[in-house]
């Protein structure tokens, strides 16, 4: 365990330097090499290592101490997201750059930062104590960043194996390297994507413009219905099961010290478009979306290209917010795609996975039931302390916008709730070009989780 | 002459292998290339060849005979359309392939092949009658597939050297390898290209997903507002200048040997999609469209990349028929969209020229005025009896889809009226993948223009 113990950001810089990209397959030899690193680390720490195979990429499940003990179950994913558009990064993605106080490479801060954060600290508590009194199941998957479809059937056949206290994740965010967050939900997901097909090839759009309808202009006709002039998704019943936020959730997220100005100013939009009623930080946490993540159709190059293409194609998201249903949502959107789509076209939509938006009330806050499991009251309370100790600032309780689409599989098939501490920030990019991870934090929360630790026995 | 005369398909051969795409700058030597090929042609054939140097590409203004007789001028252009998509190509769109009695490659029939045809039979000629009484101005321009962005300038500064009593233009189509048409007219074109700017780069949708606008989002919205339902364009003004057919041009449009049920089965669509009121033939010829050419914004690769792009971009023609006016029509559109985008993005859209659609009346039809030049009362006439003996069915008069941007302009400013033969069918793939030239058409074609050229004297 000696680059854990001595050297936590090398061991990243490894870490990052595998590319395991989940979506394309051209880095599968990436997301082996990351898988091997995540596991030699896991042995190098104590624990029995298995690889559950999956149709796409194999789940690491690793546990360490006796079953009889309070059972602890910690989550990660060694994949990360494509490296795209490549020409925006100052430096290789996954060539890992320290500059600035900061790590930079795809998969620093998401998720790979945050599991080094704590196998570092367990490094430590493991050096100090060996027999530690608690039984960690790690769990480790290589699907999130696209949608995690393998992993409810895995749950589905080994969840015998997850039962546990408390789940613990560091895969959500904070405001800033001082103020951290307990991350309290996170939202659902469900992904699609739209085909639309028209002549069997590209045509000369004066040879024949004006005799059929052009696949682009039926994608933008579809695509525009799903939402009215206010940004509200007009998909019948996508709002249906949206539950408005407690009281509670909104005094905390007026404890956020972000200003609507510097959050537009970072994010370099001229106004803001959050759906009425909702500031643009409740939107983001207690609000659904539908968002277009890509489009594609025609002559992209350079000039103009007098052209009807054969087809053109819309690659949807919706974030989900509790009581939604992805499936039910996913299907929902995807009727009103083809309900609206003209026949003059031929219209294909796949659903491609989701999962259903998460929500827990930390033991003691208005409407928690008090039946919380002893490590679970334990682990928020010693979380809280042991945060404020190191950063300095109590910490906040907040849903988030992103989503971990197995966290509510988890609690609905093992029973786990859990203890999400947010370690990166957003200047840290994920999902974008330049992604790091802020190494202050990266200290701080190994100190921080070493206390934890310690003090959960 | 020498390959003119013996071996036309080697000509053209030669000619289709220089990739000369003008609408991207990596092919800037295979544009060289095919200019000084077309140069070569000419020079033997006996022309005075000089180059105009323009912003872009270089035109071919070639000279021969005594400037006191009959004026002929020819146009053609040795710029082809981008290749894209590459790997829908049976054959490599740059290495000519003959097969099946087709030769297959980018700009074999749009429009190197019909270049050809032309120098080939005056080869023919040349060689019989070397001092062919009229005199000839060869015109060959290297941006027709760009818009021709060039071409008013230069015609501005030179039209002098190009009056005449005639233009001879073949780059229009023909129902079949049988029937060809007379072209009477031309769309316009006005270009334009939409960017969407929203964040300062891509975003994670969960993270930020609520808060502001996806410029995907925002360019579906405003592309979408440019038809409605039926089809119809909706910006302000569009129809305005439109002017019905004459009724001749409905009756020879009946004419046309070709079922709907054909052309459906040929484009492949599962419906038609024309203007209320028009047919699809009549819509391609006689009504005005805006095409979407492409599109293209976030993440295209397989799978899902859960992002908010930073920005989005739309490609856009209209196909004009007079009256309508380029710029008019460009800056409405231009006007309609930045109208429609929300204030919670920037949006910029570049207008990347056009031309004026045309029309002429033959000489004898309803609506022609009898003042037209000798030379063009005579070359309609042979035309008409040179096709008719060589392709075995009269021709039809009919106005085209398609745009050559520069006919009206020469008209305009040059005052050249045009007659159209066209060559190629839709079977020929024009501006799509495995574009190639009917070298039976090739063959009559160049038999047709032998004799129309010796007739005309």
Same sequence: chains 1, 2.
């Avoid at 040879?207 to 019948?236: F, W, Y």
């Avoid at 983001?284 to 025609?298: D, H, M, Q, S, Y």
């Avoid at 819309?314 to 009727?335: F, G, H, M, W, Y």
Wanted: charged share 25%; proline share 8%.
């Amino acid at each position: 365990m000696s680059i854990l113990l001595n050297s936590p950001v090398d061991a990243l810089q490894q870490y990052v330097e595998h590319p395991s990209v989940s979506a394309d397959s051209k880095f599968a030899s990436g997301v082996v090499g990351a898988r091997e690193f995540a596991c030699l680390r896991l042995k190098e720490l104590g624990f029995d290592v298995d690889l559950v195979d999956t149709p796409i990429n194999p789940i690491i499940l690793a546990t360490r101490g006796d079953p009889k003990w309070p059972r602890l179950v910690i989550y990660g994913h060694y994949d990360v997201q494509p490296p795209d558009p490549l020409d925006l990064w100052k430096s290789e993605p996954f060539k890992a750059e320290v500059r600035d106080g900061r790590l930079y490479g795809r998969g620093a801060a998401d998720n790979k930062g945050p599991q080094i954060v704590h196998m570092s600290a367990l490094a430590r508590v493991f050096n100090e104590i060996p027999d530690y009194p608690i039984h960690i199941t790690y769990l480790i998957e290589g699907e999130e960043e696209i949608g995690s479809p393998s992993f409810r059937g895995f749950l589905e056949e080994q969840k015998h194996r997850l039962m546990g206290d408390l789940l613990l994740v560091s895969d959500t965010g904070s405001p800033n390297p001082d103020q951290l967050v307990i991350t309290t939900g996170l939202r659902g997901l469900s992904a699609m994507e739209v085909q639309i097909f028209g002549p069997k090839q590209d045509l000369h759009s004066g040879v024949h413009g004006g005799a059929l309808l052009n696949p682009i202009q039926a994608l933008m006709k579809v695509c525009s219905s799903l939402h009215d002039e206010n940004g509200r998704v007009t998909v019948p019943g996508f709002y249906d099961s949206v539950r408005p936020p407690e009281q509670w959730e909104r005094d905390e997220l007026s404890k956020l010290p972000v200003k609507e100005e510097d959050y537009a100013h970072f994010l370099g939009v001229p106004d803001f478009f959050p759906p009425s009623g909702y500031s643009p930080f409740e939107a983001i946490r207690f609000c659904p979306t539908l968002e277009f993540n890509g489009i594609g159709g025609g002559y992209q190059g350079e000039g103009s290209k007098t052209v009807i293409p054969s087809e053109a194609f819309a690659k949807i998201t919706c974030r989900l917010v509790p009581d939604q249903k992805s499936e039910e949502i996913a299907e929902n959107v995807k009727n009103a795609i083809i309900k609206s789509c003209s026949s003059a076209v031929r219209v294909e939509v796949q659903i491609k996975g989701g999962g259903d938006p998460y929500v827990v009330i930390p033991p003691g806050k208005p409407g928690s039931n008090g039946k919380e499991s002893v490590l679970m009251k334990k682990a928020f309370k010693v979380a809280e302390a042991c945060i404020e100790a190191k950063f300095k600032n109590h910490p906040i309780y907040l849903r988030e916008g992103g989503s971990i689409p197995i966290i509510q599989d988890l609690k609905e098939l093992a029973g786990l709730d859990s203890l999400m501490i947010g370690l990166f920030t957003n200047e840290d990019n994920l999902h974008a070009p330049n992604e790091s991870f802020h190494l202050g934090i990266m200290n701080r929360a190994i100190d921080s989780f070493e206390e934890f630790f310690k003090k959960l026995i």
